[in-house]
């Protein structure tokens, strides 16, 4: 039996628990899950600086809009926004200039993760700070398989479990 499993694409799917207990312990990327524990207060463990409202209060609000949880594309295009929004506050002007300066110079935590962008001639904009998330389906206390996000450590919702059973 295989100690650790890991996939590509299927694991972060809320159907893949549908698996059952063969979904127990196997492990996947997500470009962003609602239940990654991104906060101020690793912002600062990390040494960055936090920008933005939580995950928590991402979640809620959209969640409230929309009566569905966000997924990584709605999660993603917010984070674009808010991204933007401290740039121009950085900046203290709508120049191109002035905003393309700010977002050289971003290094931050938000509530999508680790924000930075290259600022080399041959890979200018291109964001090197996100990390994807990986999660692992667990067991919660209950019985009850769920997802956990299990790296990056600034983001972990929980400890992976390995072996996986």
Do not use: C
């Not at 966000?70 to 808010?82: D, I, Q, V």
């Not at 993760?113 to 700070?129: R, V």
């Not at 209950?142 to 997802?147: A, I, N, R, W």
Request: charged share 20%; glycine share 10%; aromatic share 12%.
């Amino acid at each position: 039996m295989a100690k650790y499993i890991a996939l590509l694409v299927a694991p972060p799917e809320p159907k893949f628990a549908e698996l059952g207990d063969a979904a127990l312990g196997v492990i996947g990327p997500s470009q962003w899950e609602p239940l990654a524990n991104y906060s101020p207060d690793s912002a600062k463990a990390t040494g960055l600086e936090w920008y933005g409202l939580t995950v928590k209060e991402f979640v809620d609000a959209y969640t409230a809009a929309y009566n569905a949880e966000p997924s990584y594309h709605g999660a993603g295009g917010y984070a674009a926004g808010l991204i933007l929004q401290r740039a121009i506050e950085t900046a203290g002007s709508y120049e191109t200039e002035k905003v393309k300066a700010a977002l050289d110079g971003m290094d931050l935590l938000t509530f999508f993760g680790h924000i930075k962008f290259d600022t080399s001639a041959e890979n200018h904009g291109l964001q090197i700070g996100h990390d994807m998330v990986y999660i692992q389906w667990q067991k919660d206390a209950s019985g009850k398989l769920v997802k956990q996000v299990v790296w990056p450590a600034e983001g972990k919702s929980a400890d992976a479990l390995y072996p996986a059973r």
